[in-house]
T-cell receptor
Framework: KNEVEQSPQNLTAQEGEFITINCSYS?????LHWLQQHPGGGIVSLFM???GKKKHGRLIATINIQEKHSSLHITASHPRDSAVYIC??????????FGTGTRLTIIP | GAGVSQSPSNKVTEKGKDVELRCDPI?????LYWYRQRLGQGLEFLIY????????KSGLPSDRFSAERTGESVSTLTIQRTQQEDSAVYLC????????????FGPGTRLTVT
C-alpha cells in the first residue's frame, strides 16, 4: 500500500462544476503539499498546509490531521484547470512522498 | 524574479555514458531538492540539500547516482554508466527553508537513454 493515496485517479467534468480531489496518507507528517502539473510537464506548488484550510482564488485546500486526509477543491472549474494534481506529504526528514496524481479534464 | 532553471532541457545519451544535469535554484534559497519522474509514474525523491548540512541521499536509486551543491548555489546531478531505466524527467526544486516553506520547481531535464 502506498503511503499516499489519491482519488480519483482520473476525473472528467463539465466546465463550471465543483471539483473535489482527495488525498489520504498513512504516516505522520509535518506538512502536506498540493501541486499542479501541466500537460507540458511544469510543476507549480498550489498549497502547503499543516492544519485547517487555505484558499487561493477558486482553489481551496483542507486537511484533517486526525483523519490523515486532505482535499483539494476547485470551484467554477474551467478548461484551463485541466492538469494532473499531485498530493505530497513531508515527514520529519524533509523528504516529500508523492501520490500518483489525479488527472483532471474539464470539458467546455 | 528568476525562477529555478535547469539545463539541459533535453538530453539523449547512449547506454553506458555519464551525464550531468544542472540546477540553478532561486537566489537565496537554502534548500534544494532533486526528484525523478519516469514516464507515466509519480514523482520520486532523490536527494535534498539544506545549507551546509550533509545532504539527505536516501532517495538515490544506486551508487551510479551522485549530486553536489556548492554552498547555496548551483547543484549538479551526475548519473554514471547510464541505463535505459534511468530515462525520466529529472526535476529540481528549491525553497527558502525547510518544512513550512513552499518548494519552487524547475522545468525539468528530460533524459533519454538509448
Amino acid at each position: 500500500k502506498n503511503e499516499v493515496e489519491q482519488s480519483p485517479q482520473n476525473l472528467t467534468a463539465q466546465e463550471g462544476e465543483f471539483i473535489t480531489i482527495n488525498c489520504s496518507y498513512s504516516v505522520g507528517i509535518s506538512a502536506l503539499h498540493w501541486l499542479q502539473q501541466h500537460p507540458g510537464g511544469g510543476i507549480v506548488s498550489l498549497f502547503m498546509l499543516s492544519s485547517g484550510k487555505k484558499k487561493h482564488g477558486r482553489l481551496i485546500a483542507t486537511i484533517n490531521i486526525q483523519e490523515k486526509h486532505s482535499s483539494l477543491h476547485i470551484t467554477a472549474s474551467h478548461p484551463r484547470d485541466s492538469a494532473v494534481y499531485i498530493c505530497a506529504v513531508r515527514g520529519g526528514n524533509e523528504k516529500l512522498t508523492f501520490g500518483t496524481g489525479t488527472r483532471l479534464t474539464i470539458i467546455p | 524574479g528568476a525562477g529555478v532553471s535547469q539545463s539541459p532541457s533535453n538530453k539523449v545519451t547512449e547506454k553506458g555514458k555519464d551525464v550531468e544535469l544542472r540546477c540553478d535554484p532561486i537566489s537565496g534559497h537554502t534548500a534544494l531538492y532533486w526528484y525523478r519522474q519516469r514516464l507515466g509514474q509519480g514523482l520520486e525523491f532523490l536527494i535534498y540539500f539544506q545549507g551546509n548540512s550533509a545532504p539527505d541521499k536516501s532517495g538515490l536509486p544506486s551508487d551510479r547516482f551522485s549530486a553536489e551543491r556548492t554552498g547555496e548555489s548551483v547543484s549538479t546531478l551526475t548519473i554514471q554508466r547510464t541505463q535505459q531505466e534511468d530515462s525520466a524527467v529529472y526535476l529540481c526544486a528549491s525553497s527558502s527553508g525547510t518544512t513550512f516553506y513552499e518548494q519552487y520547481f524547475g522545468p525539468g531535464t528530460r533524459l533519454t537513454v538509448t
